[in-house]
T-cell receptor
Framework: DQQVKQNSPSLSVQEGRISILNCDYTNSMFDYFLWYKKYPAEGPTFLISISSIKDKNEDGRFTVFLNKSAKHLSLHIVPSQPGDSAVYFCAAWGFGAGSYQLTFGKGTKLSVIP | DTGVSQDPRHKITKRGQNVTFRCDPISEHNRLYWYRQTLGQGPEFLTYFQNEAQLEKSRLLSDRFSAERPKGSFSTLEIQRTEQGDSAMYLC?????????????FGPGTRLLVL
């Protein structure tokens, strides 16, 4: 059972517009959330994180929003740039498969069109 | 470059053979993680070391898999009697916990293909 869900496998956005990537989770014990970006043939790269005690964290063009009651978080990229084209993974710290671990969603492939 | 490195980057083997992968973490990081990623999925946690101690193992880690970090620096992941289902990208990550914040830094991965 997927505890971290990214229901959109792909997203296309025009350069300069806002990209919104969504993530839902089922485990209410998750206490820390992260977004990673992955280019082909590279490992995931940390982007931004948020603690469960906050509802917003901002870093430059990237903002993560957390709605604990809805078990939902989103990543906003404004303005989107062609270099943002990558696969974005949502991840959460908590217990899963018998251990305390970082659980990842399946990813959303973002394409920013020039 | 002082990032996480993994060797080899690609490995093709025949079913039933043993394979070993190496991970060199960022030098000041005391935590090291192994993940497996298959097509269309996110990385799945396999195991975790703090220094040389293996502290967590996922139920995904069958008894054909063994990981070591003998001196608390580099780590190896061995798969014995490989099966076609072991074909995946094997990712290593390292971190150094700072308070409640832990950011993992990933290597480029080792892509395994079992024929």
């Amino acid at each position: 059972d997927q505890q971290v869900k990214q229901n959109s496998p792909s997203l296309s956005v025009q350069e300069g517009r806002i990209s919104i990537l969504n993530c839902d989770y089922t485990n209410s014990m998750f206490d820390y959330f992260l977004w990673y970006k992955k280019y082909p043939a590279e490992g995931p790269t940390f982007l931004i994180s948020i603690s469960s005690i906050k509802d917003k964290n901002e870093d430059g063009r990237f903002t993560v929003f957390l709605n604990k009651s809805a078990k939902h978080l989103s990543l906003h990229i404004v303005p989107s740039q062609p270099g943002d084209s990558a696969v974005y993974f949502c991840a959460a710290w908590g217990f899963g498969a018998g251990s305390y671990q970082l659980t990842f969603g399946k990813g959303t492939k973002l394409s920013v069109i020039p | 470059d002082t990032g996480v490195s993994q060797d080899p980057r690609h490995k093709i083997t025949k079913r039933g053979q043993n394979v070993t992968f190496r991970c060199d973490p960022i030098s000041e990081h005391n935590r090291l993680y192994w993940y497996r990623q298959t097509l269309g999925q996110g990385p799945e946690f396999l195991t975790y070391f703090q220094n040389e101690a293996q502290l967590e193992k996922s139920r995904l880690l069958s008894d054909r898999f063994s990981a070591e970090r003998p001196k608390g620096s580099f780590s190896t992941l061995e798969i014995q009697r490989t099966e076609q289902g072991d074909s995946a990208m094997y990712l290593c990550a390292s971190s150094s916990r700072a308070g409640v914040v832990e950011t993992q830094y990933f290597g480029p991965g080792t892509r395994l293909l079992v024929l």
